[in-house]
């Protein structure tokens, strides 16, 4: 079936430091994506989405880089903080009219004071 | 906070059993959805409603459905529960029902099957 998954299970960096997280998709129709930053006991918090007629998104020192060609998704964190330390996911839903999303398996983000 | 308020937070119950998760969606949110979280397959969609209306399913399995009702709350009910169960639930809700709509999640039940 198809699949979000995510090339890296565990990322440490130091504060202060950028973080990029990686996510491959192997549906070609998805054209819709999001990310989404959990912390331990809390429920997924949408950090940025993007659509599939875009390469790039900004928002507050985040940044998500949609690669069609690869089907390749990343999200970039400029001067990650400790409180970014959390289980990232990439989701994918696939047009239509319903917010099916297909999550990754997630992505822990340590971040070292 | 989300608003999307999920009860119980914690939920322990024997093999065979029947349990019933409770979703409040955000003041003014229309769909609801629900998603099971198991450590071996990650987040997984179960079942949308909108407006009271099933909108898509996902890999839900017969053992388990769920409703929504007309002051939009929801409720997942699990039946003949299995140790494989135990997970947290997640559900999250949206203004309407479309793929640029941002879902806000609840902070889930954690389900624990012995």
């Known amino acids: 079936g198809e699949s979000v998954g995510l090339h890296l299970p565990t990322l440490s960096v130091q504060e202060g430091d950028n973080s990029i997280i990686n996510c491959a998709y192997s549906?070609?129709?998805?054209?819709?994506f999001i990310w989404y930053k959990q912390e331990s006991g809390k429920g997924p918090q949408f950090i940025i989405d993007?659509?599939?007629?875009?390469d790039k998104r900004q928002g507050q020192r985040v940044t998500v880089l949609l690669n069609k060609t690869v089907k390749h998704l990343s999200l970039q964190i400029a001067a990650t903080q400790p409180g970014d330390s959390a289980v990232y996911f990439c989701?994918?839903?696939?047009?239509?009219?319903?917010?099916?999303?297909?999550f990754g398996k997630g992505t822990l983000l340590t971040v070292n004071p | 906070d989300s608003g999307v308020t999920q009860t119980p937070k914690h939920l322990i119950t024997a093999t065979g059993q029947r349990v019933t998760l409770r979703c409040s969606p955000r003041s003014g949110d229309l769909s609801v959805y629900w998603y099971q979280q198991s450590l071996d397959q990650g987040l997984q969609f179960l079942i949308q409603y909108y407006n009271g209306e099933e909108r898509a399913k996902g890999n839900i399995l017969e053992r388990f459905s769920a409703q929504q009702f007309p002051d939009l709350h929801s409720e997942l009910n699990l039946s003949s529960l299995e140790l494989g169960d135990s997970a947290l639930y997640f559900c999250a809700s949206a203004r309407r029902t479309g793929p640029d709509t941002e879902a806000f999640f609840g902070q889930g039940t954690r389900l624990t099957v012995v």
């Open positions: 989701a994918e839903n696939i047009g239509g009219s319903n917010y099916k999303l297909t």
């Open positions: 993007i659509r599939s007629n875009m």
């Open positions: 549906n070609s129709a998805s054209d819709y």
